[in-house]
């Protein structure tokens, strides 16, 4: 099945600094990311949305200078949270869709998720 | 736009019974899909089962089943023997048919944490 990794699972950074995430689809392309957060007990709500070569699209009321966005490839997409702050503590989940169908006709609709980073700024 | 909803923040169904979680939604588009998500503890996001729009009969997985009414735009989810296993946050979520750029985002309702007694 297709599997989707993040890196770190866990970081805890002091505030003013600038930490990264990375999503990657192991086995399959993934032509589009999306990028999540969840508050304890909350639902996820979607951040922002990045296609392959293309410059990301941020969902309304989501900052782009603080939430960097970097898909280069077909198998790596990158979250950088700029000048981090304790109000930006929370669990940042990757997903990621294969519009190709590499990884079988049913990955089309399937969206498969990374196992979620936990931040927590100091 | 569209929306899901669902009303029920928490359920307890005893092991071995029977539970169904309630999800409704709001769309005027006739291709779409519909997905239950289950996440654990661990937080991992698990699709539990996917029902599409275009299709009337009933998805079923084992022990999960939905009662999918596109009319009422109902999307039930029914777990049959509870397992302890079963205790977990569960997500519904809408998505449109679309597939290019950000069509077809998965939106999601608010959540129903069911737990299991044992």
């Known amino acids: 099945g297709a599997v989707v990794s993040q890196h770190p699972s866990w970081v805890i950074c002091k505030s003013g600094t600038s930490v990264k995430i990375e999503c990657r689809s192991l086995?399959?392309?993934?032509?589009?990311m999306f990028w999540y957060r969840q508050f304890p007990k909350q639902s996820l709500m979607l951040m922002a949305t990045?296609?392959?070569?293309?410059?990301?699209?941020?969902e309304q009321g989501v900052e782009k200078d603080k939430f960097l966005i970097n898909h280069a490839s077909l198998t790596l997409s990158t979250l950088t949270v700029t000048s981090a702050h304790p109000e930006d503590s929370s669990f940042y989940i990757c997903?990621?869709?294969?519009?190709?169908?590499?990884?079988?006709?049913?990955?089309?609709?399937?969206?498969?998720f990374g196992p979620g980073t936990r931040l927590t700024v100091t | 736009a569209q929306t899901v909803t669902q009303s029920q923040p928490e359920m307890s169904v005893q092991e071995a019974e029977t539970v169904t979680l309630s999800c409704t939604y709001d769309?005027?588009?006739?291709?779409?899909?519909l997905f239950w998500y289950k996440q654990p503890p661990s937080r991992q996001m698990i699709l539990v089962i996917r029902q599409e729009a275009y299709k009337q009969q009933n998805a079923t997985e084992n022990r999960f089943s939905v009662n999918f009414q596109k009319a009422a735009k109902s999307f039930s989810l029914k777990i049959s023997d509870s397992q302890l296993g079963d205790a977990a946050m569960y997500f519904c979520a809408y998505r449109s048919a679309g597939y290019g750029g950000s069509q077809g985002n998965l939106i999601f309702g608010k959540g129903t944490k069911l737990s299991v007694k044992p």
């Open positions: 769309t005027s588009e006739s291709d779409y899909y």
């Open positions: 997903s990621a869709r294969d519009f190709s169908g590499t990884s079988g006709r049913a990955a089309r609709y399937e969206q498969y």
């Open positions: 086995d399959f392309q993934a032509t589009t």
């Open positions: 990045s296609n392959e070569g293309s410059k990301a699209t941020y």
